[in-house]
C-alpha cells in the first residue's frame, strides 16, 4: 500500500525565529517534504509557555510527531528518530542548512542587529540592550 496524505505524520515544531538548532529542524522538514506547524517562542511566548508545560523544561527546539513529544532534538536526532520509527525513508541526500549545529557568530550579530532595529521603534528612539545566549 502506497503512503497517502492521510498516512503523513502530525509535525508541530516549536523553534527559534533565528537558531542553528531550529534551522536544522527546518531543513530536515525541507529535506523530506514535510507539512509541520511551527510555534515561533521568540515571536509568540504563549507557544515558549506551551512547550515547557508540554516537555517540562525550556529547551528548544522541541518537536511533537503524532502525539510523540522530542525535547531539546537537533534536526539530525529527528531524522534518525523518524527514521527508526518508520515515518520516512531515510535518504542520503544533503539537507539545505547544518543539521547538528548551533547558530555561527555570524548569524548571532545579525539577529541581534534585527532584534535592536525592531525595538528601535518608528520614531528614531534608541533601541533596547539585546542579550544573546
Known amino acids: 500500500m502506497s503512503e497517502t496524505a ?3 505524520p502530525k509535525i508541530t515544531c516549536y ?6 538548532w531550529s534551522e536544522g529542524v527546518r531543513a530536515i522538514m525541507r529535506k523530506y517534504e514535510l507539512e509541520y ?7 509568540n511566548p504563549a507557544f515558549r509557555w506551551e512547550m ?3 516537555t517540562g523544561q525550556p529547551l528548544s527546539p522541541c518537536v511533537e510527531i503524532n502525539g510523540k513529544m522530542l525535547p531539546d532534538v537537533s534536526g539530525e536526532e529527528v531524522e534518525a528518530w523518524m527514521v527508526e520509527n518508520g515515518l520516512i525513508k531515510g535518504s542520503e541526500a544533503e539537507p539545505d542548512a547544518p543539521i547538528d549545529a548551533s547558530c555561527s557568530p555570524e548569524q548571532h550579530a545579525a539577529q541581534a542587529r534585527m532584534e535592536a532595529e525592531e525595538q528601535g521603534g518608528q520614531d528614531g528612539a534608541a533601541g533596547k540592550i539585546v542579550f544573546l545566549d
Open 6 to 8: 492521510d498516512q503523513s
Open 15 to 20: 523553534l527559534k525565529t533565528y537558531c542553528g
Open 37 to 43: 506547524d511551527e510555534k515561533d517562542i521568540i515571536a
Open 52 to 54: 515547557e508545560q508540554k
